[in-house]
């Protein structure tokens, strides 16, 4: 089955400490997305990358960091800069160039205590 | 800034009924709009999209209208099903902006049988 897996589901931190959400796909996507989403708030866009070993930020990257070392895989690492890290975040990847849809993974909750 | 709005964060619909979810944007030079779809603790998935050189796109129950002198967009699902139950997100892009999309707030629909 092709499809994107984050891991884990839900995830617990305590403040100040890094915390690294994982993104793998398997549809053979050029493209990957970090976003947010805060209740009452449409998904922001945290980072993307277009191909292997280059990536961009993206509306609200800041106290985020990423990585695009394989095709596959696309982490996210919330770092203790970020002020308020709790929140749902989805990973999405996408054929490019072809503008248009992207193809989510289930999400994975953040809570830092 | 939310640059793309859904004012209405429910709706309730009978069985069999029309609806209709709208959206609207700020930014005129949004040129790709798409709607997505989402299922409590799943990701978001792809429904239909339009080009703005469109004003209408169909796919079997579903259709998006575009009025782009209105800067608003609207999906109608006819007829409407218990099983579309699920929070609605638009999201459009700007050209040459790779795949970057900035999303609404979402809108739940609810299908009474």
């Known amino acids: 089955d092709g499809g994107i897996t984050q891991s884990p589901k839900y995830l617990f931190r305590k403040e100040g400490q890094n915390v690294t959400l994982s993104c793998e796909q398997n549809?053979?996507?050029?493209?990957m997305y970090w976003y947010r989403q805060d209740p009452g708030q449409g998904l922001r866009l945290i980072y993307y990358?277009?191909?292997?070993?280059?990536?961009q930020k993206g509306d609200i990257a800041e106290g985020y960091s990423v990585s695009r070392e394989k095709k596959e895989s696309f982490p996210l690492t919330v770092t203790s800069a970020q002020k308020n890290p709790t929140a749902f975040y989805l990973c999405?990847?996408?054929?490019?160039?072809?503008?248009?849809?992207?193809?989510f993974g289930p999400g994975t909750r953040l809570t830092v205590l | 800034d939310q640059q793309v709005k859904q004012n209405s964060p429910s709706l309730s619909v009978q069985e069999g009924r029309i609806s209709i979810l709208n959206c609207d944007y700020t930014?005129?030079?949004?040129?790709?709009f798409l709607w997505y779809k989402k299922y409590p603790a799943e990701g978001p998935t792809f429904l239909i999209s339009?080009?703005?050189?469109?004003d209408k796109n169909e796919d079997g129950r579903f259709t998006v209208f575009l009025n782009k002198s209105a800067k608003h967009l609207s999906l109608h699902i006819v007829p409407s099903q218990p099983g579309d139950s699920a929070v609605y997100f638009c999201?459009?892009?700007?050209?040459?902006?790779?795949?970057?999309?900035?999303f609404g707030t979402g809108t739940s629909l609810t299908v009474i049988p």
């Open positions: 999405a990847s996408s054929t490019k160039p072809i503008a248009g849809r992207q193809f």
């Open positions: 549809l053979n996507h050029d493209a």
């Open positions: 990358s277009q191909i292997v070993n280059d990536f």
């Open positions: 930014n005129s030079m949004f040129d790709y």
């Open positions: 339009i080009s703005s050189i469109k």
């Open positions: 999201a459009a892009k700007r050209p040459n902006t790779g795949n970057q999309f900035y």
